[in-house]
């Protein structure tokens, strides 16, 4: 008697070696590397009687998966790794078939495959899994139109890594993870959400918007893929608040934090108004316990209020250099001192100003205030200024708070403050560095604001303000109604361009859409905090981004250590912001400019000018943008997108990969990972990130940043033997090039906590 195998109802029956060979086959088909009888015959070693299909699927998966990399020998006695990238597709096809029938078993339906949709969605809408906007803004003919449009083949553009991503975490499934949804499901009913407010030409964007996610020549931000067509659909990635300096704001943005993390996003939060450890309050000297206690509490929040009960929350909390608390501040993570004043899963993060970089580099001393007495004493609050070319505000006041006999100031060396960054950095990856006058010389809204931290990433440069109370109404009901002052709460709406599938000539009509895809986030998106809400609409800010980026490198026969991948850069991301704003002009002519475009340097020209676009292209456009308007006040930032680059089998935002080649072991299985399109030809054009020397990547940042009307979460990476003084050079020069924010120092001896939120 042969093996008998356990189905998925229960019974057992023998097994069917010709139906095991044929599904092996078709598996194989086409990927002339994998010969389906070699994966048959390792699997068959691996068959015990009284297994389950289930099981016997993994073998299948698991054993293909395994020949991406093995050892073999060369002839000559060594034993040597072959790679063979394309059972990474093998695994991926019979991942999906297991999908394909648990999905048949669901919708109960009998082809292999997909089923109806139009059944699909009225079975989610009942289940309350999928929102009810399907259902009555769409008809049943353009249900069965749009289901008629998916294309079940393009499932095989993913590999294993990412279709088993996409299952795990983003497919709608039923109460208790059962599948339901399948891959291109998912991206028509993403399509679907975005193209809601096209109106009579919904469908015919569905379908344009499907293509772009579908052909993986684009990936949307994390609570898009996951949240889009659900019933609560919060869209966004991030989020920024500014916290003043009171118990009231304090705890407010404690409570948005609260709101946002629960639904996905991560918060960015500005401490800097907040007084320092020992200053007065309400007269009373000594009193103030710093800004350390808030941060705890905001650490706390992260913990306990996770992400889609997929992982804790994340904030990133930033603080001026010249505040009194930095010492404390800048090793909030690391391992030595008073663990009560640490906060282990809060991201630090230092606003630095160019009178510190100036004082740094001439080896001069720097002074620490307290931002409460500075305004007591001097009238003006030193945070709300900053260097703006020839205008130097913050300077001016920085110095005059520097001669005041009435400051209690701190002098310390310039270089030890920055040895305590580097300290912090090489041990945690952190303080990230936000090089505030940069970064404002080069807001376009400058006119209605100031920006005074990024996200979590640090791609996001926004404006960003206070929300204060107001007053609070009790009525003759005892119902007590608060009003609040409302400041700016940047929300984070992200995309990237695939550069790794993309063709140059394909760029211009793939932004186009993009910018309107995400453009309807704004208006959709269920907003988990009101003040988010009314900053969007004044902004309608978005942060358009890029993955893939060495991948496009390698495509293009470019190094990543040379002049020919400067060149490249800054032509690649020029045209990239050319196309987003021109398809930002374009779509304020049909729908009207945002409402703070009056005044802005978009307005001006200004914008223009300071990066010398004086073609005739840019000339152009500049006066169309004048006429004409731009629907979104901000328009570009490249987040690090992780995991979405992983389902598009890409390489990661801008970063150049990690490895070549490693295993990953996850629950006692062992998953070899390549990076994209690896083979003889490209082997050599991938060069490794701690094997890079890091100037070339603050030159490419920069080449890239001139184009960028926000910034890059842009990381630096060092290995344990990087000199103290080479990773001084590093953050220096890049303040000189004009980067406006460094995200992880990424230490070879340490790992790094990735934000899923921004992934994009």
Known sequence: MGIMIKKRDGHYEPLSVEKTKKMIAFACLGLDNCDPIE??????????????????????????????????????????????????????????????????????????????????????VDQKRYADFFVTEYTEDELQELGDYIKPKRDYLFNYEGIKLLADRYLVKGYDKEIFELPQERFMAI?????????????????????????????????????????????????????????????????????????????????GKVRALNSD???????????????RLYNDTAVAVDQLGKRKGGATVTLDIWHKDFYEFVELRTNNGDDRRKAHDIFPAISVPDIFMERLIARQNFTLFDPHEVEQVMGFALEDFYDNGDEKEFTKHYLMCEQSPDLHGIEVAALDMMKKIMRSAVETGTPFIFFRDTVNRTNPNKHAGMIYASNLCHEIAQN???????EEIIDENGNITTKTVTGDMVTCNLNSINLGRI?????????????????????????PVPEAKVTSEKYRAIGLGTSGYHHYL???????????????????????????????????????????????????GEYFERRGYTSERW??????????????????AIAPTGSTSNIANTTAGIDPIFKKFFIEEKKGSFTPKTAPDLNNSTFWLYKEAHTIDQQWSIKACAARQRHIDQAQSFNLYITPNTKAKEILDLYVEAYKQGIKTIYYIRNQSIEMDECTSCSS
């Open 39 to 124: 994966l048959e015959m390792d699997c068959k070693l691996q068959f015990v009687d009284g297994m389950s299909t289930k099981e016997i699927q993994k073998i299948l998966v698991q054993t293909a998966i395994e020949k991406v990399v093995q050892k073999v020998d060369d002839g000559f006695g060594n034993m040597v790794n072959r790679m063979n990238q394309d059972w990474q597709f093998v695994a991926a096809r019979l991942f999906l078939f297991d999908l394909y029938k648990e999905a048949a078993i669901m919708r109960k339906y009998k082809a292999f495959g997909y089923g109806n949709f139009p059944a699909l969605v009225h079975t989610l």
């Open 191 to 271: 399509a679907m959400h975005l193209a809601l407010i096209e109106g009579d030409r919904k469908v015919e964007f569905a379908k344009k918007f499907y293509d772009l996610m579908s052909e993986l020549k684009m990936t949307t931000a994390t609570p898009t893929l996951a949240n889009a067509g659900t019933p609560f659909h919060q869209l966004s990635s991030c989020f920024i608040s500014g916290v003043g300096d009171n118990l009231w704001s304090i705890y407010d943005v404690n409570g948005k934090f609260s709101r946002v993390s629960k639904h996905g996003g991560a918060l960015g939060i500005y401490l």
């Open 281 to 295: 309050i309400r007269g009373y000297k000594n009193s103030s316990g710093g800004v350390i206690p808030w941060v």
């Open 464 to 470: 960003v303000g206070f929300t204060s109370l107001g």
């Open 503 to 527: 063709e140059d000539e394909e760029l211009e009509a793939n932004i186009a859409l993009q910018i309107r895809m995400l453009d309807n986030v704004i208006s959709i998106n269920q907003f």
């Open 554 to 604: 390698v495509r293009h026969q470019l190094t990543w250590e040379s002049d020919a991948h400067i060149e490249a850069a800054d032509k690649l991301f020029e045209n990239i912001a050319y196309y987003a704003i021109k398809a930002s002009m374009e779509l304020a002519k049909e729908k009207g400019a945002y409402p703070a475009f009056k005044g802005s340097e978009w307005e001006t």
């Open 619 to 636: 000339q152009k456009l500049r006066e169309d943008v004048a006429k004409y308007g731009l629907r979104n006040g901000y328009l570009m």
